[in-house]
């Protein structure tokens, strides 16, 4: 089992800060850590120096990644940068080596430096988008960045390949992973949802490399420009597109969560919808028979919210607890409610995506 967050940052502070310097040439550097967030599975740092551009360094220490996992997200970043994406690059080490890799005491620690993407995360600035200019020219970059990223995805041939969702999302991991207290309905659910998408087509056009997790806080914006810049895919698979669509969709609830009037909310959705989609579609095509598909992508990012819960609680050792966030999914999941229940009575605009109980 892969040792404590805590155990590995004080390993770090100690042996790997040092050690990372050296391999890297980071010697005139200062070196400041990005707090975790919930479940975070990596240490991460900013390098500075004074009229340098900033680097961040990634090290992975839990076991549920292989070598060959890093190389062949590090690969697929090198090839989007190479090739015109919007993406922190990696930098190799003195070594020439994209990742590098150091044991301490049967511990193995995967290390990897970045470019620190121009700008900064929407939370950063308060989620106020740049000044005299209208927040749907950030919606339609927000498809531009993500439509560039998909078209290039589909000519991609990678010499490491990374995993494929089935490879990690199937019937006997969620038997695995799923707790016994949870009702076999929610099982069945899980399960059905796969089923759908095995019957979905995977050529190319549909189906090659996802960020998996794109969203307004695995990306900066230039706020001198608009230009987004993405990192953090250490979620990285091959996937539908329409995941990564979806989880679009799921993101642009926030300006409009709190709206009480659910017309209102369906109304910004479509428009906030049409205009990322304008931007992706400038980008590469998207079949209006995956598109119709958006409904199960959306109950396929419930999948994924679910398994994380699971796979975190797991990670520090905690049993599961079935909070008002994960309770509303899952009975968004039991009673087949589209859309994560947004324009449905379950919802409400004071507590946005929890569900108590006792009040309904």
């Known amino acids: 089992m892969s040792i404590t967050y805590q155990a590995a940052a004080a390993t770090a502070q100690s042996l790997l800060l040092p050690a990372i310097k050296r391999l890297y040439g980071l010697e005139d550097y200062s070196f400041s850590q990005i707090p975790p967030h919930d479940g975070g599975r990596n240490l991460v740092y900013t390098c500075h ?57 049967g511990q193995v620690f995967f290390i990897c430096l970045f470019e620190r993407a121009a700008g900064k995360q929407l939370a950063e600035n308060h ?37 494929d969702f089935f490879d990690k999302y199937n019937k006997t991991y969620i038997e695995q992973i799923v707790p016994d207290f949870l009702s076999p309905a ?4 899980l399960f059905r949802i796969l089923e759908q ?58 300006w409009i969560q709190f709206e009480k009037d659910v017309n209102k909310r369906m109304k910004f959705m479509e428009d906030y919808f049409e205009t990322v989609l304008d931007g992706y579609r400038s980008e590469t095509d ?11 992508f ?8 679910m398994i994380d819960a699971f796979e975190v609680a797991q990670q520090n050792g905690e ?6 966030a994960l309770l509303y999914l899952i009975k968004c999941l039991e009673e087949d409610i589209p859309y994560r229940g947004f324009f449905h009575d379950i919802y409400s605009f004071e507590a946005p995506f929890q569900y108590e109980e006792n009040k309904r």
């Open 298 to 305: 959306i109950q396929t990012t419930i999948l994924e919210n």
């Open 197 to 254: 998408l095995q019957g979905l087509n995977r050529h190319s056009d549909h189906y090659g490399m996802v960020h998996f997790d794109y969203s307004d806080g695995n990306y900066n914006i230039d706020y001198d420009n608009g230009q987004i810049t993405v990192f953090d895919f250490d979620n990285s698979c091959f996937c539908w597109y329409m995941y990564d669509l979806a989880g679009l969709w799921g993101h642009g609830v926030g």
């Open 319 to 324: 049993q599961v607890e079935c909070d008002e």
């Open 186 to 189: 929610v099982k069945e659910k």
């Open 127 to 163: 989620y106020r988008y740049r000044d005299g200019a209208p927040l749907t020219e950030y919606f339609y970059n927000c498809g531009k960045t993500l439509g560039k990223l998909h078209q290039l995805s589909k000519a991609y041939k990678p010499t490491c390949r990374r995993y």
């Open 49 to 105: 120096k004074a009229e340098a551009q900033d680097m961040v360094i990634r090290i992975s220490f839990l076991d549920d990644r292989s070598k060959d996992d890093f190389l062949g997200e590090l690969e697929y970043i090198c090839y989007l940068h190479e090739h015109g994406g919007s993406v922190s690059n990696v930098i190799h080490s003195k070594n020439g080596r994209l990742l590098e890799e150091i044991q301490h005491e």
């Open 286 to 296: 998207l079949d209006d028979a995956m598109l119709e598909q958006l409904p199960l």
